[in-house]
């Protein structure tokens, strides 16, 4: 049974503070990874993709992956409200591009 | 870019009736489109697979004769709940990918159905 464990949370942090969030996979051939953010009643909207270990910044966003430890985490820097949803980690195990998703970690940024 | 739609955004049926959902990808062609149905406070779960101008490949536990797919174009998939019943409320949502980049799915903004 492939799977993608996260924390239901939720996760609250203060307005400013870096909020972290994590996430494992059972699938060691995964190679594909990816952090979507869903607001309540909304659907996933694609914040990062990343594939090689290592840290890939987008802004006020980073994705952190190490494929030895099967984990992918997503850094926000200086967290607004807005930031406030569930946060999808999805990976894809390879070879025919279906996503499998984690259950989603809910995080409240509060002012 | 890679804009999905969806249609409708709310559906109210009665029990035993069909209902008909477009997905379109506005502006990329669509070689891959997923189904996805989500329950409240889960996660979403795969229900098929689509490819244009061939059968959906259905998940395991999924029946293809009440959810029926059809993907005639690389801007279009449709999938119809036939004979609904209440606990076929749901969302439903579909993604696409593109040949460019077929690992990235773009999610369209959902349907809601609610069977009475």
């Known amino acids: 049974q492939k799977e993608v464990e996260q924390n239901s949370g939720p996760l609250s942090v203060p307005e400013g503070a870096i909020a972290s969030l994590n996430c494992t996979y059972s699938?060691?051939?995964?190679?594909?990874f990816f952090w979507y953010r869903q607001y309540s009643g909304k659907s996933p909207e694609l914040i990062m993709s990343i594939y090689s270990n290592g840290d890939k910044e987008d802004g006020r966003f980073t994705a952190q992956l190490n494929k030895a430890s099967q984990y992918v985490s997503l850094l926000i820097r200086d967290s607004q409200p807005s930031d406030s949803a569930t946060y999808l980690c999805?990976?894809?195990?390879?070879?025919?591009?279906?996503?499998?998703f984690g259950t989603g970690t809910r995080l409240q940024v509060f002012p | 870019g890679a804009v999905v739609s969806q249609h409708p955004s709310r559906v109210i049926c009665k029990s035993g009736t069909s209902v008909k959902i477009e997905c379109r990808s506005l502006?990329?062609?669509?070689?891959?489109m997923f189904w996805y149905r989500q329950f409240p406070k889960q996660s979403l779960m795969l229900m098929a697979t689509s490819n244009e101008g061939s059968k959906a490949t259905y998940e395991q536990g999924v029946e293809k004769d009440k959810f029926l797919i059809n993907h005639a174009s690389l801007t279009l998939s449709t999938l119809t709940v036939t004979s609904a019943h209440p606990e076929d409320s749901s969302f439903y949502i579909c993604s696409a990918s593109n040949r460019h980049n077929q690992e990235t799915q773009y999610f369209g903004p959902g349907t809601r159905l609610l069977v009475l």
């Open positions: 502006d990329f062609q669509a070689t891959t």
């Open positions: 999805a990976v894809d195990p390879g070879g025919n591009d279906k996503l499998i």
């Open positions: 699938d060691r051939v995964s190679q594909s």
